[in-house]
C-alpha cells in the first residue's frame, strides 16, 4: 500500500448513503475498486479503525476492507462482494463502535462465528472463517453493505440514547 494513499471523509450518522444498500461489484468496476482499496485502507489505520465499508465512505458498492493487526503486525484484508454464508448457532456478545458514529460504544450479541465468501482483489473465490473479534468485525462491515449500523442490533432505547448523545456532541462540535 502507498505510504502516500490519500484519506477519504468518513460519512457520520445520520448520512443517509449510510441506510443504503450497497451494489454488488462487477468486472467494470475492479478497477476502481483496485485504486479504492489502498485509500480505504489508509482511511481505516487512520482513523483509527479496524474495518471500514465503502458505503461510510459515499461509496455504494459492496466492498470491505479490515485488518485486527494480529500481534501488533499489518495484516490488511479486501473483501468484494462478501457474503455470510454459515453462522453457528451459538452467540457472542461484544462492545462496538463505529467510524460513523465516532465514540458510541455498545454491546452487540452476534452469531459467535461465521463464514464468508468473498472475491479478492485478483476477482478469485475466497472464504474466511472468523470467531471472535474477526466474526463480530465482519459481521459488522457486512452490515454496512444492507445499511444497517450496529445500533439496530440495541433495544430502541438504547439505539435512541446512542443517537442522541451523537447528535448532541455533533451539534457541539459545529458550534465549535
Do not use: W
Not at 459481521?139 to 445499511?147: A, I, K, N, P, T
Amino acid at each position: 500500500m502507498p505510504a502516500d494513499a490519500e484519506t477519504l471523509p468518513i460519512l457520520l450518522v445520520p448520512d443517509p448513503r449510510l441506510r443504503a444498500r450497497a451494489k454488488p461489484i462487477g468486472t467494470a468496476e475492479m478497477e476502481q475498486v483496485r485504486a479504492l482499496a489502498p485509500r480505504m485502507l489508509d482511511t481505516m489505520y487512520k482513523a483509527p479503525g479496524i474495518g471500514l465499508a465503502a458505503p461510510q465512505i459515499g461509496i455504494g458498492l459492496r466492498l470491505v476492507v479490515l485488518d485486527l493487526q494480529k500481534d501488533e503486525k499489518p495484516s490488511p484484508l479486501v473483501l468484494i462482494n462478501p457474503e455470510i454464508t454459515a453462522a453457528s448457532e451459538e452467540h457472542a456478545t461484544r462492545e462496538e463502535g463505529c467510524l460513523s458514529l465516532p465514540g458510541m460504544y455498545a454491546d452487540v450479541t452476534r452469531p459467535a462465528r461465521v463464514r464468508v465468501r468473498y472475491q479478492d482483489l485478483e476477482g478469485k473465490r475466497q472464504e474466511i472463517e472468523g470467531e471472535g473479534l474477526l466474526a463480530a468485525c465482519l459481521q459488522h462491515e457486512l452490515d454496512h453493505l444492507d445499511g444497517v449500523l450496529f445500533v439496530d442490533h440495541l433495544s430502541p432505547l438504547k439505539r435512541n440514547m446512542i443517537l442522541r448523545k451523537l447528535a448532541k456532541e455533533q451539534k457541539l462540535k459545529a458550534r465549535a
